[in-house]
């Protein structure tokens, strides 16, 4: 008698281990899937950084043609070149183009990240 007691115990805590390991994986298993539902998205705060240095980068370009044609144009070429390495080490891609005619400054930028794609064309007159 006491035999079959102590196989009937065994069996149990047999039962108990793997229904305790069953029900931690059902739990691992649902917050792996429900984890994204419920994290908070910290950086959420910066996404919106890519509008913000668009517009700088255009008002900046608009300020620097005060100056004769020649010089704008070649302080233009710099600010592209700075824009450009500025924006690759921030995960943007930035790329501009500038076009000189006739004392008129052509500008086609356009700036992509993982969020948004901006891109506009001005033209600015020179002295």
């Known amino acids: 008698m006491r035999k079959l ?3 009937g115990y065994k069996k149990r805590a047999q039962f108990f281990i793997i229904s305790a390991v069953a029900l931690t994986m059902t739990f691992l298993t649902l917050n792996i899937l ?10 959420s705060i910066y996404s919106g950084d890519e509008i913000y240095l668009f517009e700088n980068m255009k008002q900046l370009i608009k300020d620097t043609s005060d100056e004769k ?3 704008s144009y070649k302080n233009i070429k710099e600010l592209e070149f700075i824009f450009e390495e500025d924006m690759l080490r921030k995960g943007y891609f930035f790329d501009i183009q500038t076009i000189l005619k006739h004392k ?3 500008i086609d930028m356009e700036l992509n990240s993982k969020n948004i794609n901006l891109k506009d064309s001005f033209s600015v007159e020179c002295k």
């Open 34 to 43: 429900f984890n994204q539902y419920f994290s908070v998205d910290s950086s």
């Open 5 to 7: 007691l102590k196989f």
């Open 104 to 106: 008129i400054i052509y």
């Open 69 to 71: 044609c020649i010089e």
